[in-house]
């Protein structure tokens, strides 16, 4: 009798000891998303859109912005100087914005100086935060991914020219991907 009071006191204290790990230990796993929906409509309303009609979809861009077409492979760059793809990183006007969209294959890191500092999901379009390990530190890039009419496009910009300039991009970059809209 004495040995089956042992076997349940055992069997009672290890099924608390596993119940109270898996439920309130170390253990325990909470579910996660990456995924964010916002609605911006409030900070973009007096942005223009631009509207891909032949491959249905459209985003958001702030108005300081000029959009070019069809340039040196990009399906449009958006800037707020002209004629963006001709600067390097040498002559890039000091206030200069830019961001570019492209039809793309692979969502990878461009080199191997590159690293992933954040990966999510925003309204269904992959969003990816990356860093330099050979940049100053006043380096940022992203890139936005999504798919629509059955191709896989790319939204993204670099900058390396000053931390409010950076900022001001990053701002512009996250309200303009939360109003991306696949038709």
Do not use: C
């Amino acid at each position: 009798m004495k040995f089956i009071w042992i076997v349940l006191g055992i069997v009672i204290i290890g099924g608390g000891v596993t119940g109270w790990y898996f439920l309130a230990g170390p253990g325990h796993k909470t579910a996660t998303t990456s995924n964010t929906t916002t609605s911006t409509t409030s900070d973009t309303s007096d942005w223009l859109t631009y509207n891909n009609t032949q491959y249905g979809f459209s985003f958001k861009y702030p108005p300081v912005l000029k959009v070019e077409t069809g340039a040196q492979g990009y399906d449009a760059t958006f800037a707020n100087f002209a004629d963006m793809l001709t600067y390097t990183k040498a002559n890039w006007p000091a206030d200069g914005l830019g961001f570019y969209l492209k039809e793309y294959y692979q969502m990878e890191i461009d080199n191997e100086n590159q690293y992933l500092i954040k990966e999510e999901n925003i309204n269904g379009v992959t969003v990816r935060f990356l860093g330099s390990i050979d940049a100053p530190k006043t380096f940022s890039k992203k890139t936005a991914k999504f798919t629509a009419g059955g191709k896989t496009f790319k939204l993204s910009y670099t900058s390396e020219i000053s931390p409010a300039l950076m900022t001001q991009e990053q701002n512009y970059f996250d309200k303009i991907v939360q109003t991306v809209t696949i038709k």
